[in-house]
């Protein structure tokens, strides 16, 4: 991932982003930018609420997304 041709986002990366691999943080990023608006907000909520305890590749979202539509 070229990181000065990275894909613009309505929403805050996860506080420990830069800590992933390059291949999960393209995963991460398709993710965020797959993501409705009702989802976008839940994300939000959940990043907001649950501080640096949350942990994006452990949430249900991301967990159901590379489930139902990675394979």
Same mark, same amino acid.
């Given at each position: 991932?070229?990181?000065?041709? &990275?894909?613009? @986002?309505? $929403? %805050?990366?996860? =506080? +420990?982003? *830069?800590?992933?691999?390059?291949? &999960?943080?393209? @995963?991460? $990023? %398709?993710?965020? =930018? +797959?993501? *409705? ?35």
């Amino acid at each position: 991932m070229n990181t000065n041709n &990275t894909i613009q @986002l309505e $929403l %805050e990366l996860p =506080n +420990n982003f *830069t800590s992933y691999p390059l291949e &999960t943080q393209e @995963l991460i $990023l %398709e993710y965020l =930018n +797959n993501l *409705t608006p009702i989802k976008k907000q839940a994300y939000l909520i959940a990043k907001q609420h649950l501080g640096s305890s949350f942990h994006i590749l452990k949430s249900n979202g991301f967990i159901n997304w590379i489930k139902n539509d990675k394979e």
